[in-house]
């Protein structure tokens, strides 16, 4: 298999599986290098000392699927001194030829089949913004325990819920937590079923949520959605209701209700299917 990438983006990838890389490999030599794979119009670079593993994946020109194990070190040292532009690598079995502009060389490869087999990871997953993730390891990673005794103390627990992300460290004497509000939940390609209905009566929001009060302070209400896929036509309905709300103020005095409401039976919207009214005139 073949791969073209650009010398840059090609040694930040390899700079950074690198981070993951074995020191010392004891009796697996092949944590000495970096699995790079090939697929169709992307490459993946995969360090790993077995405890943390780091994947990294961009973008190149690609022949032919398949994965090589390059040795580390010398891979990073021969991407870093290349002369900047594109990049081929070639893979075969024992062998990766690298090659930038007048500049050849080989590499003998490790065994690919030794690499350990990683596990994928499982559901969606939760989505930080990186600064703000990075943030709260500062807050807490100190509270942690450096004391080997317990392992388990060394570590910051990360626990997901609906609200957000929650990281925790302690070294049972100590203790730090810190949430991460409102970080997106979502995997890709996850949908989320607003309950519109729901929240525009949440009482924590709304006072005695149920009262129709015309002077109540509607902002923040999710009538028409929220986000990006909020309703592009209400400007346009907000006229409409305007319109008919004040054509019918000019001409009627009062408007009665005269019998029960039919609700619709909707399980996200609430809206009245049915409700019979007597105008008075003025
Ligand atoms: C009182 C009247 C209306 C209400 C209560 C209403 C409510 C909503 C709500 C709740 C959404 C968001 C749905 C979601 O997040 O999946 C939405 C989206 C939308 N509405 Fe309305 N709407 C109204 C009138 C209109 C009118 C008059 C138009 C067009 C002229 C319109 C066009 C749209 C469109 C195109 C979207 C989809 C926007 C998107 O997904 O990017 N709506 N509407």
Redesign the pocket.
């Known amino acids: 298999m073949k791969l073209r990438c650009e010398r840059d983006t090609l040694a930040d990838a390899v700079a950074t599986a690198q981070r993951a890389v074995a020191s010392r490999t004891g009796a697996m030599p092949v944590l000495s290098g970096l699995r790079v794979t090939s697929t169709p119009g992307t490459v993946e670079l995969v360090g790993t000392d077995l405890e943390l593993t780091i994947r990294v994946r961009v973008p190149a020109e690609t022949e032919g699927e398949g994965s090589a194990v390059v040795p580390a070190r010398l891979f990073s040292e021969i991407v870093r001194q290349l002369d900047a532009g594109s990049v081929s690598v070639e893979l075969t079995d024992d062998e990766a030829r690298i090659e930038a502009g007048r500049f050849a060389t080989k590499l003998r490869t490790l065994s690919a089949t030794e690499f350990p087999r990683l596990a994928e990871l499982e559901g969606g997953g939760v989505r930080v913004e990186g600064a703000a993730f990075a943030e709260a390891l500062r807050q807490v990673v100190p509270a942690a325990s450096r004391d080997d005794a317990r392992p388990i103390l060394t570590g910051v627990l990360l626990t997901a819920s609906s609200g957000g992300l929650r990281l925790v460290a302690t070294d049972s004497y100590r203790l730090a937590m810190r949430d991460l509000q409102g970080v997106s939940m979502l995997g890709e390609g996850q949908k989320v079923l607003?309950f519109?209905a729901a929240a525009n009566r949440d009482p924590r929001k709304w006072a005695d949520p149920h009262r129709f009060d015309i002077r109540r302070r509607s902002t923040g209400h999710?009538?028409?959605?929220?986000?990006?896929?909020?309703?592009?036509?209400?400007v346009?309905?907000r006229m409409?209701?305007e319109l008919v709300l004040g054509a019918l103020a000019k001409r009627v005095a009062a408007i009665e209700p005269r019998g029960a409401p039919v609700w619709r039976l909707n399980n996200t919207?609430r809206a009245i299917e049915h409700l019979p009214v007597e105008l008075v005139a003025r």
């Not at 999710?222 to 209400?234: N, P, T, Y």
């Open positions: 607003l519109l999710v009538a028409f959605g929220r986000g990006v896929h909020m309703c592009v036509g209400q346009l309905a409409e209701m919207l």
